[in-house]
């Protein structure tokens, strides 16, 4: 237990998830499960399924936490150790669980599949463990203690990993004491590098500060993460407000956004408030801003629809951009984003419009207009119908051609944001 409560560990099992053949997306939801109960998780565990290194990690992370979590490695073939390990690490056998046993037997037979003899390993538990039902596989999982810590196994697979945390440990967990529940809030930054971003927020990024402040970067977005802990739920959120409060002035016109939410959610749930539509007119970018607000459901609610007018042919034929607007100013210039937006508002019917026309690279720029030169434009429909166009240019790093495309996608969703 530390300043922050209860801690918990998460080890995932197999050798799959060493030698990419899969990506460990179990550990991230346990984490964030655990923690909302008031667990403070500080560390993942990968791990194979070689027995001398999965007990060392089992038992590694038993003397650090209050309480481990394992996904994996409760299968019905040789190579699934997690009963064998963790009875070994206990000095104990196994013992033919015979609850278990009837579970498996009534999974098969709902499902009128055959069972093959080797599924009787899933019923055999360390002596001392407490078997947990799994009603949505055929592995039972169980808990034990270890080296003073609350030990559960858990399945692999994720649909039955989900079922029976929900079902057995998140439950437990809420009945132990010196929980600290966390709370979340998320700013996002364009504009500044990592690094001055950071020496900006150097007063709130100590070590062993509450709440926690951290910096993440992708595609060019910086999001500013707090993680509050406190008795209560409340508590954390207050906390988390408070630092936020102290923030959001050093961050001035970086700042574009807030929540916990994905960019393009809150695109979504801003327009879908609003009931606003949008469409996209998309050269350098190629559907990207389309293809990710359509990812998300609802987003039929707002999106009109959407052109990837690449060529300057289409440009003109699609959008009606202006031949002497090409020939005068070039592809990647501001009137012709103009244009382009324009074009996309009036061919949609759509409220909002917003282009896109860049050089990505590696190929393709010059001196006056360097890989990573982007324009955009959005596009307003007024109450008249009247439509206001708006342009401008982003000079993007030019650190490889999907970095900046990602970076317009997220200058996109600020214009919509604002």
């Given at each position: 237990?530390?300043?922050?409560?209860?801690?918990?560990?998460?080890?995932?099992?197999?050798?799959?998830?060493?030698?990419?053949?899969?990506?460990?997306?179990?550990?991230?939801?346990?984490?964030?499960?655990?923690?909302?109960?008031?667990?403070?998780?500080?560390?993942?565990?990968?791990?194979?399924?070689?027995?001398?290194?999965?007990?060392?990690?089992?038992?590694?992370?038993?003397?650090?936490?209050?309480?481990?979590?394992?996904?994996?490695?409760?299968?019905?073939?040789?190579?699934?150790?997690?009963?064998?390990?963790?009875?070994?690490?206990?000095?104990?056998?196994?013992?033919?669980?015979?609850?278990?046993?009837?579970?498996?037997?009534?999974?098969?037979?709902?499902?009128?599949?055959?069972?093959?003899?080797?599924?009787?390993?899933?019923?055999?538990?360390?002596?001392?463990?407490?078997?947990?039902?799994?009603?949505?596989?055929?592995?039972?999982?169980?808990r034990v203690q270890l080296h003073g810590a609350e030990l559960f196994a858990l399945p692999g697979v994720p649909r039955e990993m989900?079922?029976?945390?929900?079902?057995?440990?998140?439950?437990?967990?809420?009945?132990?004491?010196?929980?600290?529940?966390?709370?979340?809030?998320?700013?996002?930054?364009?504009?500044?590098?990592?690094?001055?971003?950071?020496?900006?927020?150097?007063?709130?990024?100590?070590?062993?500060?509450?709440?926690?402040?951290?910096?993440?970067?992708?595609?060019?977005?910086?999001?500013?993460?707090?993680?509050?802990?406190?008795?209560?739920?409340?508590?954390?959120?207050?906390?988390?407000?408070?630092?936020?409060?102290?923030?959001?002035?050093?961050?001035?016109?970086?700042?574009?956004?807030?929540?916990?939410?994905?960019?393009?959610?809150?695109?979504?749930?801003?327009?879908?408030?609003?009931?606003?539509?949008?469409?996209?007119?998309?050269?350098?970018?190629?559907?990207?801003?389309?293809?990710?607000?359509?990812?998300?459901?609802?987003?039929?609610?707002?999106?009109?629809?959407?052109?990837?007018?690449?060529?300057?042919?289409?440009?003109?034929?699609?959008?009606?951009?202006?031949?002497?607007?090409?020939?005068?100013?070039?592809?990647?210039?501001?009137?012709?984003?103009?244009?382009?937006?324009?074009?996309?508002?009036?061919?949609?019917?759509?409220?909002?419009?917003?282009?896109?026309?860049?050089?990505?690279?590696?190929?393709?720029?010059?001196?006056?207009?360097?890989?990573?030169?982007?324009?955009?434009?959005?596009?307003?429909?007024?109450?008249?119908?009247?439509?206001?166009?708006?342009?401008?240019?982003?000079?993007?790093?030019?650190?490889?051609?999907?970095?900046?495309?990602?970076?317009?996608?997220?200058?996109?969703?600020?214009?919509?944001?604002?």
């Amino acid at each position: 237990m530390t300043a922050q409560g209860l801690v918990a560990e998460v080890v995932s099992i197999g050798d799959e998830l060493l030698h990419a053949g899969l990506i460990d997306t179990n550990s991230s939801y346990l984490a964030d499960q655990l923690e909302r109960v008031g667990l403070t998780v500080q560390r993942f565990t990968v791990v194979g399924d070689e027995p001398d290194q999965l007990q060392g990690a089992i038992e590694s992370a038993c003397r650090r936490a209050d309480l481990v979590v394992l996904t994996g490695g409760l299968g019905p073939t040789l190579d699934d150790r997690t009963r064998d390990v963790v009875a070994a690490a206990l000095g104990e056998d196994l013992r033919f669980d015979e609850d278990s046993w009837r579970e498996v037997l009534e999974w098969f037979a709902v499902f009128k599949r055959p069972m093959p003899d080797s599924n009787r390993r899933q019923a055999e538990l360390p002596q001392s463990a407490v078997a947990l039902t799994n009603s949505s596989g055929t592995a039972p999982g169980f808990r034990v203690q270890l080296h003073g810590a609350e030990l559960f196994a858990l399945p692999g697979v994720p649909r039955e990993m989900k079922v029976m945390l929900k079902e057995h440990v998140l439950p437990f967990a809420q009945q132990l004491g010196g929980l600290m529940p966390k709370a979340q809030a998320c700013l996002r930054v364009l504009g500044p590098s990592e690094a001055v971003l950071g020496e900006r927020l150097q007063q709130f990024m100590a070590a062993g500060q509450n709440p926690l402040c951290g910096i993440t970067a992708s595609g060019g977005m910086l999001s500013v993460r707090l993680v509050a802990f406190a008795p209560t739920e409340a508590q954390a959120a207050s906390l988390c407000e408070q630092a936020a409060a102290k923030i959001r002035p050093l961050l001035g016109e970086w700042l574009f956004a807030e929540g916990l939410a994905t960019v393009p959610q809150l695109v979504l749930e801003q327009l879908a408030a609003g009931q606003q539509t949008v469409a996209f007119a998309e050269s350098c970018t190629g559907g990207l801003c389309s293809s990710r607000l359509t990812d998300l459901p609802g987003s039929s609610a707002v999106l009109q629809g959407g052109v990837v007018a690449y060529s300057n042919a289409a440009k003109q034929e699609l959008l009606g951009v202006g031949r002497d607007q090409l020939e005068a100013y070039g592809a990647v210039s501001e009137p012709v984003a103009a244009a382009m937006a324009e074009g996309a508002c009036r061919r949609f019917g759509a409220d909002l419009a917003v282009a896109t026309t860049g050089i990505a690279g590696p190929g393709g720029g010059s001196e006056d207009k360097p890989v990573g030169t982007v324009c955009f434009a959005l596009a307003k429909r007024g109450s008249s119908g009247l439509i206001d166009v708006k342009a401008w240019t982003v000079p993007i790093a030019d650190l490889g051609r999907t970095f900046v495309r990602d970076r317009a996608v997220f200058e996109v969703w600020r214009s919509l944001l604002q």
